[in-house]
C-alpha cells in the first residue's frame, strides 16, 4: 500500500465516521547526527518517525487529531474521534478545505533528493575535520563542538476534494562552535552550512576555520558611546529582517489587526529599487516544494516590488478573511491546521559590494549578533540586542557587545541599501544591508 492509499483510505473513513469534508497528511522521516568535541563523541542519534494527521470537518466545525500508527485497521477509530471531536467545537466562519488545488506538480524538476545517505562513519569524519580545523587557529582555546547531520522525509497530502500528492527532500549539514580566549574574556562564534545536496555542503575545514576566526576576532570587545549612526548588517543577520517584514505581511496577522503594515498593500514599505523575492520552485532550494499545505501548486513572485508591496502571505482560511485568494503559502504539520508561511525567499541584492557600501561612514556599527526579540509587531518598534564591530573610516575596527540597536521597521525598511554578496543558505536569505540612522545605545 502506497502511503496515498494509506491516506485516501483514511479521509474515506472519516467521511464514513460523518465528516463533510476532510485531509490527511502524512511526514514519514529518518535522520542521523553526530556531535563531537574536543575530539570525542559526545552524541550519535539515529531517529525514524512516522506521522499522520486527520483533520475532519462536520460543517464549519474543525478538528484534527494525529497518530503514529500506519495500520489502517485503526482508522476508523481514529476518524470517529475526529468526528466526535468537531461535533462539540465552535464554528470557524472562515475554515474549510481550499476553494480549489493545483495538480500536483512533478518535483523531480526541483531537485529535491539526494540519493547519498551517509554513514554514521562519514558524519563523524565530517565533524572532525571542521572541528579540528577550528581548533588549529591561533587564539582558540576551546570548542563547543562541530554536528553533522542527514535527514530524508517523505512527505505525502490527500484531501476529500480530490487532492493527492506526494514528494521527498534530503538535507544535509555541518556545524561548528568555536571559543577564544580565557576566563571570562572567552568569545565564541560559529559557522554552518545546511543545503539538500551533499555535494553542495561547504567544505568541513573551512566551516571550522571560519568559526574560529571569527571568535578570535570577537576578543577585548569595548562598549561604545550611544549615538545615532549607520549601521550595517552582515549577510548573517540581515535576513532577520526580512523575517520582521514577513511577519507584519502574514495574512493571519493583517487579519487580525495586528500588522503595523495592515494597511500599506500596494504601497511603498521598502526604499525604492528593492526587491523582494519568494519562490517555492528554487531548484534545490530548501523550501522547495512541488504544492504547499493545501495542495496549491504555489509560483515565484515578488513579494515587494520596487519597494512596493504586493501582496499578503496566505493560506486559504486567512484569504477568506481578506476576501482575497491564498497565494499557495500554506504549511503545516500532522497536529495543527494549515498556516501562512513563505518558502525561499530573499531580497535582491544591489550593485556594491560590502566594502563599498560601508566606505563612506565615518563611524557605524557592524552587526554580526542580535539577541532578544524586542520587536513590536503591532507599532514596527525596533530594539535589539547586538554585537560585531565599529566602522571607523569606511573600514572594520575594534569589536563591540553589551549594545543595543533600536528604531521603527517602517523606517528600518524605507533606509535600506543591500550590498551584492547575497548567498542562499537559509532559506530565508539577504545580502549585506546598510541602514541609516539607528541609534546605537551604549556606554
Not at 7 to 24: C, E, P
Not at 323 to 335: E, F, I, L, P
Not at 390 to 408: D, F, K, Q
Amino acid at each position: 500500500m502506497t502511503e496515498l492509499d494509506r491516506l485516501s483510505d483514511l479521509v474515506a473513513a472519516a467521511r464514513r465516521a460523518g465528516a463533510d469534508a476532510a485531509d490527511a497528511i502524512l511526514v514519514d522521516n529518518t535522520s542521523l547526527s553526530v556531535t563531537r568535541r574536543l575530539g570525542k563523541i559526545e552524541q550519535l542519534e539515529r531517529a525514524e518517525g512516522f506521522d499522520l494527521g486527520l483533520r475532519v470537518f462536520v460543517g464549519r466545525r474543525q478538528a484534527i487529531v494525529s497518530s503514529t500508527d500506519p495500520d489502517p485497521k485503526g482508522f476508523a477509530a481514529l476518524a470517529e474521534r475526529a468526528v466526535a471531536m468537531a461535533k462539540v467545537v465552535p464554528e470557524d466562519p472562515y475554515g474549510g478545505l481550499p476553494d480549489r488545488f493545483d495538480p500536483p506538480r512533478d518535483a523531480a524538476p526541483l531537485d529535491l533528493f539526494d540519493i547519498i545517505e551517509p554513514s554514521a562513519e562519514d558524519l563523524i569524519a565530517r565533524a572532525a575535520l571542521a572541528e579540528d580545523a577550528a581548533l588549529a587557529v591561533k587564539g582558540v582555546t576551546n570548542s563547543e563542538g562541530a554536528d553533522a547531520g542527514w535527514g530524508r522525509v517523505r512527505i505525502a497530502l490527500a484531501m476529500s476534494n480530490g487532492f493527492a500528492g506526494a514528494f521527498s527532500c534530503t538535507s544535509h549539514s555541518l556545524s561548528c562552535t568555536a571559543l577564544a580566549g580565557e576566563g571570562t574574556g572567552m568569545e565564541r562564534d560559529y559557522e554552518y552550512s545546511s543545503v539538500v545536496h551533499l555535494s553542495d555542503l561547504e567544505d568541513p575545514a573551512t566551516i571550522g576555520r571560519k568559526a574560529a576566526e571569527k571568535a578570535v576576532a570577537r576578543l577585548n570587545p569595548t562598549r561604545p558611546k550611544t549615538a545615532r549612526i549607520p549601521v550595517v548588517f552582515d549577510t548573517r543577520v540581515s535576513s532577520s529582517l526580512l523575517g520582521h517584514l514577513l511577519s507584519a505581511i502574514n495574512g493571519a496577522s493583517v487579519a487580525r489587526g495586528t500588522s503595523f503594515l495592515r494597511e500599506h498593500l500596494g504601497k511603498p514599505v521598502l526604499a525604492k529599487g528593492l526587491t523582494v523575492r519568494d519562490d517555492p520552485t528554487r531548484v534545490r532550494g530548501l523550501r522547495s516544494r512541488p504544492f504547499d499545505g493545501e495542495g496549491m501548486a504555489g509560483q515565484a513572485r515578488a513579494l515587494v516590488d520596487d519597494g512596493v508591496l504586493t501582496t499578503w502571505i496566505l493560506d486559504w482560511r486567512s484569504a477568506r478573511q481578506l476576501g482575497m485568494q491564498s497565494t499557495g503559502h500554506a504549511s503545516r504539520g500532522t497536529g495543527g491546521p494549515p498556516g501562512p508561511a513563505p518558502s525561499n525567499l530573499w531580497l535582491e541584492p544591489g550593485t556594491l559590494t560590502p566594502a563599498e557600501l560601508m566606505a563612506d561612514i565615518a563611524e557605524g556599527l557592524y552587526v554580526t549578533d542580535l539577541i532578544g526579540m524586542g520587536v513590536n509587531g503591532v507599532t514596527g518598534d525596533y530594539s535589539r540586542g547586538a554585537a560585531g564591530f565599529m566602522i571607523r573610516g569606511g573600514a572594520l575596527a575594534e569589536a563591540v557587545s553589551e549594545i543595543t540597536i533600536a528604531g521603527n521597521l517602517k523606517d528600518i525598511f524605507l533606509n535600506m541599501t543591500p550590498a551584492n554578496d547575497l548567498v542562499f543558505r537559509r532559506g530565508t536569505d539577504a545580502p549585506t544591508i546598510r541602514i541609516e540612522g539607528l541609534t546605537l545605545a551604549g556606554a
